[in-house]
């Protein structure tokens, strides 16, 4: 009898330990440690800013990007917040997708397009004055005609330094084209690039940040 009850009392705290972690994921819009974010951390917590029925994208203690009526905003502190883009169809519109915060900064890619182009860009915001500290196209090589561009990992430090994979093909050209890129104090660089390099395997850990290129693990440090 000793050991059922034991047996049920350790069944239910598992069951509970799991719907607390997803009721946090769900309200921080949070990803487990390990996915695309700060710092290999997404705070679940988030900034106490905007309005509490909108749907959370990114979160950390001092910052909250959220969408709302079709829209993106940011903000960090209450009073103050900041459209970025907006949710869904880019055609004739901006598209944010994907978002990540830091302290007051948010990373974004923001994706504009046609019926037969699409451009990406990165964009670091700080959400205190809504100044524009980075503003950098996702891909550098060239794509050709008919082209389209997307952010499919973006990490962020709280100094502005960021870094992403950007996915790039063209329909006429028959081209596919995955960089590696980070923006830190010395300028934009490309990492890597290759139709191998794995474009979900992006992380940063203090300044090093690592990626994978086919199976092999590829690093760099932020300066």
Same mark, same amino acid.
């Given at each position: 009898?000793?050991?059922?009850?034991?047996?049920? &009392? /350790?069944?239910?705290?598992?069951?509970?330990?799991?719907?607390?972690? /997803?009721?946090?994921? %769900?309200?921080?819009?949070?990803?487990?440690a390990?996915?695309?974010?700060?710092?290999?951390?997404?705070? &679940?917590?988030?900034?106490?800013?905007?309005?509490?029925?909108?749907?959370?994208?990114?979160?950390?203690?001092?910052?909250?990007?959220?969408?709302?009526?079709?829209?993106?905003?940011?903000?960090?502190?209450?009073?103050h917040?900041?459209?970025?883009?907006?949710?869904?169809?880019?055609?004739?519109?901006?598209?944010?997708?994907?978002?990540?915060?830091?302290?007051?900064?948010?990373?974004y890619?923001?994706?504009?397009?046609?019926?037969?182009?699409? %451009?990406? =860009? &990165?964009?670091?915001?700080?959400?205190?004055?809504?100044?524009?500290?980075?503003?950098?196209? /996702?891909?550098?090589?060239?794509?050709?005609?008919?082209?389209?561009?997307?952010?499919?990992?973006?990490?962020?430090?709280?100094?502005?330094?960021?870094?992403w994979?950007?996915?790039?093909?063209?329909?006429?050209?028959?081209t #596919?084209?995955?960089?590696?890129?980070?923006?830190?104090?010395?300028?934009?660089?490309?990492?890597?690039?290759g139709? /191998?390099? #794995?474009?979900?395997?992006?992380?940063?850990?203090?300044?090093?940040?690592?990626?994978?290129?086919? #199976?092999?693990?590829? =690093?760099? %440090?932020?300066?």
């Open positions: 009898m000793r050991r059922a009850v034991q047996c049920l &009392v /350790a069944v239910l705290a598992l069951a509970v330990g799991a719907a607390s972690w /997803a009721s946090a994921r %769900t309200a921080g819009g949070a990803e487990p390990g996915a695309a974010g700060t710092e290999d951390t997404v705070s &679940v917590a988030g900034a106490r800013c905007g309005p509490a029925s909108a749907r959370t994208l990114a979160a950390d203690a001092r910052a909250r990007v959220y969408s709302l009526q079709g829209s993106v905003y940011g903000c960090a502190g209450p009073g917040r900041y459209r970025l883009g907006g949710v869904g169809n880019c055609i004739s519109a901006h598209r944010v997708d994907p978002v990540t915060v830091a302290g007051v900064l948010a990373a890619g923001l994706t504009s397009c046609g019926v037969d182009l699409g %451009t990406t =860009s &990165v964009i670091v915001r700080r959400l205190s004055d809504g100044r524009r500290l980075v503003d950098d196209g /996702a891909n550098s090589l060239p794509l050709g005609a008919e082209s389209y561009q997307s952010v499919d990992s973006l990490v962020l430090r709280a100094d502005g330094d960021v870094a994979i950007a996915v790039g093909s063209s329909i006429v050209g028959h #596919r084209v995955v960089e590696v890129h980070v923006q830190d104090g010395t300028g934009n660089h490309l990492l890597d690039s139709a /191998a390099v #794995r474009t979900g395997s992006l992380r940063l850990r203090g300044v090093k940040l690592t990626w994978l290129h086919g #199976r092999k693990l590829h =690093s760099a %440090t932020l300066r």
